[in-house]
């Protein structure tokens, strides 16, 4: 069975803010794109679960880990030899999570500096039902947009008239402030 794509903004709700009937199947199918744009934008996996990561050490007291907001932190382990099934995690006491951001952060101590030599086993990113309000409102944005050229028949391409003749051009274009708050998504938010 295939996964189903989480998406940020439920399509019903997209459908009734859009005022859209909501078993028009080209609403669901623009609404996985602009999640995709969001996710592209952002550079990263967005949505909650559970991650393990292997990262050099920096020899500082913490650590900025890829996707945020960090919900928790499972175990952290540290070895040279990469041998992460025999060597203890971290006392959990050791550790505290900034707060509103990707990091993690010794009370004391600093993790040492090496090559691969620590693993990261934590859940991070947002629940479907916790998604800042912008990025909701540029995923519906996106998903209007998406619609008017859907229905426009202008999907992907527009012709622009210039003196020399007509050129087609690739159009996607996303509403400017979608972007923008996509964008956002690229840094931890306090």
Avoid at 67 to 90: G, M, T
Avoid at 148 to 163: F, V
Wanted: aromatic share 12%; net charge negative.
């Amino acid at each position: 069975m295939p996964e189903t794509r989480k998406l940020v903004v439920s399509t019903a709700r997209v459908a009734d803010i859009l005022n859209l009937d909501v078993t028009d199947s080209r609403i669901e199918f623009a609404n996985k794109v602009a999640t995709s744009y969001c996710e592209h934008i952002a550079g990263r996996e967005i949505f909650l679960q559970e991650r393990t990561i292997v990262v050099d050490g920096n020899g500082r007291p913490w650590m900025y880990l890829p996707v945020c907001p960090l919900a928790s932190v499972s175990s952290i382990k540290v070895s040279q030899a990469r041998d992460w099934n025999n060597v203890p995690a971290l006392d959990s006491d050791s550790y505290f999570l900034q707060f509103g951001s990707a990091g993690v952060e010794l009370y004391s101590g600093i993790f040492p500096r090496g090559r691969s030599n620590i693993q990261i086993i934590y859940t991070a990113g947002y629940d479907t039902d916790g998604f800042p309000e912008d990025i909701e409102k540029g995923i519906i944005e996106c998903v209007s947009s998406y619609m008017r050229k859907i229905n426009d028949k202008a999907w992907g391409i527009k012709t622009i008239n210039q003196s020399d003749g007509t050129n087609l051009v690739y159009d996607f274009d996303e509403p400017i402030s979608a972007k923008y708050a996509f964008e956002g998504l690229k840094q931890p938010r306090f």
